[in-house]
């Protein structure tokens, strides 16, 4: 089993859409989560951090549910420009370790 | 601005041959990192260094090296490229050790023929 696990899609949703995403990871011990976005053939960059809370940033919505192991992405309103791989990032204590899933791929369609 | 850079953007090899790739940030980070990605995998982290002169192994560090002589550059070296290297390659930087904030390059696309 792989320590962070995502559904790959892809998911095609139409624009305005209300798509969400899970991930759910493995070892308890973890420390520190987040969601990257890559494009096609670039680099990955950070999207957002996820709080225990829960956290919003306009239309993104990052919850973590530490007793279930698992973060989720929810993105309303999808845009045409929200088409991208979406990334879930999870770290660990003691030492460097920082695990990433393989991504969830997303289409949003005119 | 701070940025990271990664040269060759692009590099096809043959089987047996020693590869560099250079990674060079501005950002004055201490954390510098190389990944490789794959179909399916995610990205795999191969190598790190958490300042000059220290280096650290990956889960997937066979065959390949790093070196850290200053804090702006992380070169990687595959002593002896095999097929099995071919990927993307990014290198990443951050400010803070045990961080998943991490700044990449744009990526090395290698081929080992």
């Known amino acids: 089993r792989k320590e962070v696990e995502q559904d790959p899609g892809p998911f095609n949703v139409p624009e305005g859409a209300t798509v969400a995403f899970n991930c759910t990871y493995s070892?308890?011990?973890?420390?520190?989560f987040f969601w990257y976005r890559q494009d096609c053939r670039k680099e990955p960059k950070l999207l957002m951090s996820?709080?225990?809370s829960g956290n919003e940033d306009g239309r993104f919505t990052a919850q973590l549910n530490r007793a279930s192991q698992y973060i989720s992405l929810l993105i309303r309103d999808s845009k045409l420009s929200d088409s991208a791989t979406y990334l879930c990032v999870v770290t660990y204590t003691g030492g460097f370790k920082t695990i990433f899933g393989a991504g969830t791929r997303l289409f949003v369609k005119a | 601005d701070a940025e990271i850079t990664q040269s060759p953007r692009h590099k096809i090899t043959e089987t047996g041959r020693q590869v560099t790739l250079a990674c060079h940030q501005t950002w004055n980070h201490n954390n510098m990192f190389w990944y490789r990605q794959d179909l399916g995998h995610g990205l795999r982290l191969i190598h790190y260094s958490y300042g000059v002169q220290d280096t650290n192994k990956g889960e997937v560090s066979d065959g390949y090296s790093v070196s850290r002589s200053n804090t702006e550059d992380l070169p990687l070296t595959l002593e002896s490229a095999a097929s099995s290297q071919t990927s993307v390659y990014f290198c990443?930087?951050?400010?803070?050790?045990?961080?998943?904030?991490?700044?990449f390059g744009e990526g090395s696309r290698l081929t080992v023929l």
């Open positions: 990443a930087s951050s400010e803070y050790p045990n961080t998943g904030e991490l700044f």
């Open positions: 996820v709080y225990s």
């Open positions: 070892n308890s011990a973890s420390q520190s």
